[in-house]
């Protein structure tokens, strides 16, 4: 029996090639499609090294001041009272924004009040510099090296693959050793290999530093582990971009109760004094905020910004949310439309057998059977055109640092999802002709 189903599916398929294409460009392109979208997004929010414990972190993204003054605003009232006008005169007090400030943080305000032992909530915390780079030549070669200056926590917070040697301790940062750890990739390109690369040395910033660990670079867009070289965070002279408490500074910690570290942030920035105005580039700074994002709010602020982590969460949700509806209902109305008319089309046919005898309930597993086979032919296809994109992709880096992987669970449930749209796409109409009556099926043209 099901060796006839599936000639029969054959046959079927065959007959109109027409239909059969535009269905199965329907079902591929939507499944590629979908799974290029669950790709991106469980390599940019999911849980990847050096990201493995994402959703602990908390951003230290930006200081923001301000100089907030209050201006009182009199409004003059008139009122006859025993035939005479009085004159009442009320007031109210507003603020007025005359200077707002927004930066990074400089490095002792950030071990001053946001240290291990003043935020009891985490687990550990790490500083580092914001954004840096540096020009460095070899071999005839000009190379413009994204940098990061980190502490010895880094390596704790971000779970880096350790391919090579070591990455930084204790020593190293109280030192300002001239040390680096670099990236394979930068290994690759600029040594030719990474195999014997710790003990060599890179010539930076006009000085000989010695590579002394190899890390797997992260396929992930993220400020805050997307480097080609580490440094110690001490090499750095702190003064140089100083402004009261602003500078080129950021911080990062893990917390296993992320709720309650971003209200301890909070509450310790309500502590904070303010420093004179000779200290803060003239501005009587009396406002204070630390905006601090949680992963999601990080990566959702990419595309919906907003300091209101429920308004840019939210956002984000429904229209990705939308877009992947979206995708799935416009191929089910495609197939459904195109099953009607492919069953019609066999109305003549399904008379006939059930003119001989064909019972109702193999006729209408016949022709859901039909359909899966469309389905999973279209699924392989989609399969097939997704791991295509993907090397594209990642090979021409259009997504710059991300590099998307195919995922065997991404892929089981849309495949899975595909059984199901071939099921539901084909069992209203197929129920329909096979109920319909003897008569009413051969008379259909």
């Known amino acids: 029996m099901n060796r006839s189903y599936i000639k029969m599916a054959w046959r079927v398929l065959r007959r109109n090639p ?101 935020l009891t909530t985490v687990e550990t915390i790490t500083y580092m510099s914001g954004w840096g780079s540096y020009d460095v030549f070899h071999n005839n070669k000009k190379y413009q090296l994204s940098a990061k200056h980190i502490d010895e926590k880094y390596f704790e917070v971000f779970d880096f693959k350790i391919l090579q040697g070591r990455v930084f301790n204790k020593a190293d940062i109280d030192q300002a050793a001239l040390h680096v750890v670099i990236t394979d990739a930068l290994g690759r390109d600029y040594f030719g290999s990474i195999d014997d690369v710790v003990g060599k040395i890179m010539h930076v910033d006009h000085k000989d530093f010695m590579v002394i660990g190899i890390i797997s670079k992260a396929n992930v867009n993220n400020s805050y582990i997307d480097s080609d070289i580490f440094m110690p965070i001490s090499y750095l002279n702190p003064d140089e971009d100083r402004n009261g408490y602003f500078g080129g500074y950021a911080a990062v910690a893990k917390s296993k109760d992320v709720e309650a570290t971003l209200e301890e942030i909070k509450k310790i920035t309500a502590t904070i004094p303010f420093l004179d105005p000779s200290q803060s580039n003239g501005a009587n700074f009396n406002r204070m905020r630390v905006i601090v994002y949680d992963h999601l709010h990080l990566n959702t602020n990419d595309f919906f910004y907003s300091d209101d982590p429920k308004e840019s969460k939210g956002w984000f949700k429904w229209i990705v949310g939308g877009i992947i509806l979206l995708f799935c209902l416009v191929p089910l109305l495609n197939l459904i439309n195109l099953n009607v008319s492919r069953i019609l089309d066999r109305s003549s046919e399904i008379g006939v057998r059930k003119a001989f005898g064909a019972h109702a309930s193999h006729i209408l597993v016949q022709i859901i059977f039909e359909n899966v086979v469309l389905t999973l032919l279209g699924g392989i296809i989609g399969a097939l055109l997704a791991l295509l994109l993907m090397y594209l992709i990642n090979k021409n880096a259009w997504l710059e640092e991300l590099k998307l992987g195919f995922n065997l669970s991404v892929f089981m449930i849309s495949f899975l999802l595909v059984i199901f749209f071939g099921i539901l796409s084909g069992i209203l109409p197929a129920y329909k002709i096979a109920k319909s009556h003897i008569v009413h099926a051969l008379k259909y043209k």
């Open 18 to 118: 027409f239909f059969t294409g535009i269905s199965l460009f329907g079902i591929s392109f939507t499944l590629a499609v979908l799974m290029l979208m669950v790709a991106y997004l469980n390599n940019q929010f999911g849980a990847n090294t050096p990201l493995s414990h994402a959703d602990d972190l908390i951003y230290f993204r930006q200081l923001e001041q301000k100089q907030v003054n209050q201006d009182t605003i009199w409004s003059v009232d008139s009122s006859l009272v025993n035939g005479l006008w009085v004159l009442d005169s009320t007031y109210q007090n507003v603020d007025n924004n005359n200077w707002t400030s927004r930066s990074g943080f400089h490095i002792d305000f950030l071990a001053q009040f946001f240290s291990k032992e003043k």
